[in-house]
Nanobody, 114 residues
Framework: QVHLVESGGGVVQPGGSLRLSCAAS????????MGWYRQTPGKQRDLVAH???????LYADSVKGRFTISRGIAKNTVSLQLNSLKPEDTAVYYC????????WGQGTQVTVSS
C-alpha cells in the first residue's frame, strides 16, 4: 500500500506564488510517475503536471511556463512550484502516483483571489 502526504496550498493573490509538496511512502515500483491533478466542484479531475522516475515531465497547456514540477532530494518526493497564479487556478490539488496502480493524496486547497 502506498500513502501520499501533501503539504502546501492556501490563499494567494493573483500573480502570487505557492509551493506544493508530496511525499510517498510504501512499496513503489522503480519506474513510476508522480504528479498533481486538480479539481473544481462539478468538474473532472485534470492533470496539472507529472514527472517520471527518470525525470521526464509533462504539463497541462494551461500551466506551462508558470508551474514547475520537480523531484525532491528525499526519495519519492515531488514538489510543484506555482507562479503567476490566476483565479482560474483555484482548485483542490491532488498528489498522484502511478506505478501499476493509481494512488491519490487527500487533496489540498489552492485559492487565488484578491
Amino acid at each position: 500500500q502506498v500513502h501520499l502526504v501533501e503539504s502546501g496550498g492556501g490563499v494567494v493573490q493573483p500573480g502570487g506564488s505557492l509551493r506544493l509538496s508530496c511525499a510517498a511512502s510504501g512499496t513503489i515500483s522503480s519506474f513510476h510517475f508522480m504528479g498533481w491533478y486538480r479539481q473544481t466542484p462539478g468538474k473532472q479531475r485534470d492533470l496539472v503536471a507529472h514527472i517520471s522516475s527518470e525525470g521526464t515531465t509533462l504539463y497541462a497547456d494551461s500551466v506551462k511556463g508558470r508551474f514547475t514540477i520537480s523531484r525532491g532530494i528525499a526519495k519519492n518526493t515531488v514538489s510543484l512550484q506555482l507562479n503567476s497564479l490566476k483565479p482560474e487556478d483555484t482548485a483542490v490539488y491532488y498528489c498522484h502516483l502511478r506505478d501499476s496502480v493509481d494512488y491519490w493524496g487527500q487533496g489540498t486547497q489552492v485559492t487565488v483571489s484578491s
